[in-house]
Protein backbone atom coordinates (compact mmCIF):
# COMPACT_ATOMS: atom_id res chain seq x y z
CA UNK A 1 0.00 0.00 0.00
CA UNK A 2 1.33 3.15 -1.10
CA UNK A 3 2.02 5.78 2.07
CA UNK A 4 0.93 9.54 2.14
CA UNK A 5 3.22 12.12 2.42
CA UNK A 6 0.47 14.10 4.45
CA UNK A 7 0.65 16.87 1.75
CA UNK A 8 -2.94 17.85 0.29
CA UNK A 9 -3.48 19.05 -3.72
CA UNK A 10 -5.39 21.43 -5.26
CA UNK A 11 -6.21 21.09 -9.15
CA UNK A 12 -7.46 24.09 -11.13
CA UNK A 13 -9.83 21.48 -12.99
CA UNK A 14 -11.87 20.11 -9.64
CA UNK A 15 -13.48 23.79 -9.86
CA UNK A 16 -14.66 24.01 -13.05
CA UNK A 17 -11.47 25.72 -15.17
CA UNK A 18 -10.06 24.07 -17.98
CA UNK A 19 -6.37 24.86 -16.70
CA UNK A 20 -3.45 21.79 -15.93
CA UNK A 21 -2.22 23.99 -13.26
CA UNK A 22 -1.95 22.28 -9.61
CA UNK A 23 -0.77 23.07 -6.48
CA UNK A 24 0.76 20.85 -3.30
CA UNK A 25 0.93 22.42 -0.07
CA UNK A 26 0.94 21.11 3.51
CA UNK A 27 -2.18 23.44 5.01
CA UNK A 28 -5.83 24.96 2.89
CA UNK A 29 -3.84 28.20 5.12
CA UNK A 30 -0.84 27.76 3.21
CA UNK A 31 -2.05 27.43 0.04
CA UNK A 32 -5.26 29.61 -0.04
CA UNK A 33 -2.87 32.60 -0.98
CA UNK A 34 -1.09 31.00 -3.92
CA UNK A 35 -4.39 29.45 -5.66
CA UNK A 36 -5.90 33.25 -4.87
CA UNK A 37 -2.82 34.82 -7.10
CA UNK A 38 -3.25 32.13 -9.68
CA UNK A 39 -6.70 32.53 -10.09
CA UNK A 40 -6.28 36.65 -10.62
CA UNK A 41 -3.26 36.28 -12.42
CA UNK A 42 -4.64 33.36 -14.85
CA UNK A 43 -8.22 33.47 -14.51
CA UNK A 44 -8.70 36.67 -14.00
CA UNK A 45 -10.56 36.90 -10.54
CA UNK A 46 -9.69 39.25 -8.42
CA UNK A 47 -12.40 38.72 -5.73
CA UNK A 48 -12.68 35.48 -3.87
CA UNK A 49 -16.49 35.23 -2.57
CA UNK A 50 -16.35 32.97 0.76
CA UNK A 51 -18.86 30.75 -0.90
CA UNK A 52 -15.79 30.01 -3.91
CA UNK A 53 -13.42 30.13 -1.28
CA UNK A 54 -15.33 27.01 0.26
CA UNK A 55 -15.43 25.76 -3.09
CA UNK A 56 -11.65 25.59 -3.04
CA UNK A 57 -11.06 24.28 0.14
CA UNK A 58 -13.90 21.20 -0.24
CA UNK A 59 -11.32 20.72 -3.95
CA UNK A 60 -8.05 20.61 -1.43
CA UNK A 61 -9.85 18.02 0.65
CA UNK A 62 -11.04 15.81 -1.82
CA UNK A 63 -7.53 15.61 -2.76
CA UNK A 64 -5.58 15.64 -0.07
Known amino acids: MEQSNGKKHFHCKDVGYACDWQLEGDSEEEMLPVI ?6 VH ?3 HFKEEAVEHVKEAIRRNG
Not at 36 to 41: G, P
Open 36 to 41: EQHAAE
Open 44 to 46: NLT
